[in-house]
Nanobody, 127 residues
Framework: QVQLAESGGGLVQAGESLRLACAAS????????????TAWFRQPPGKDREYVAA????????NYNDAVKGRFTISRDIATNTAYLQLNNLTPEDTAMYYC????????????????WGQGTQVTVSS
């Protein structure tokens, strides 16, 4: 079974940046064989969870929510089974719990079934 662990959240001021990390772990070989795509979602206070971005492990193909294009960048490090989300020019509207998720199909769309989820990391942006 694969586990996902997010890190990198925190309290920043508007205009600043953060880099979130999502590390996949499990029995030897399971992250690399199981995690074919990783996504980031976020849930602002009192709102529904929304898709942010996703990346395919094999070839690095990415997909973004239009609301974050140009400010957020998703990437992955195959050697360490880690996915990253670079958040630039943050605004208070980006305040949310950020979750990473993974699937074993390699699909990137928001409607994909994401089988594995982390516990989340909080991002708070002050004005």
């Amino acid at each position: 079974q694969v586990q996902l662990a997010e890190s990198g959240g925190g309290l920043v001021q508007a205009g600043e940046s953060l880099r979130l990390a999502c590390a996949a772990s499990g029995p030897t070989g399971s992250p690399s064989s199981t995690v074919k795509a990783t996504a980031w979602f976020r849930q602002p206070p009192g709102k529904d969870r929304e898709y942010v971005a996703a990346i395919r492990r094999r070839d690095g193909t990415t997909n973004y929510n239009d609301a974050v294009k140009g400010r957020f960048t998703i990437s992955r490090d195959i050697a360490t089974n880690t996915a990253y989300l670079q958040l630039n020019n943050l605004t208070p509207e980006d305040t949310a719990m950020y979750y990473c998720a993974a699937n074993s199909l390699g699909f990137l769309l928001p409607t994909t079934q994401w089988d594995y989820w982390g516990q989340g990391t909080q991002v708070t942006v002050s004005s």
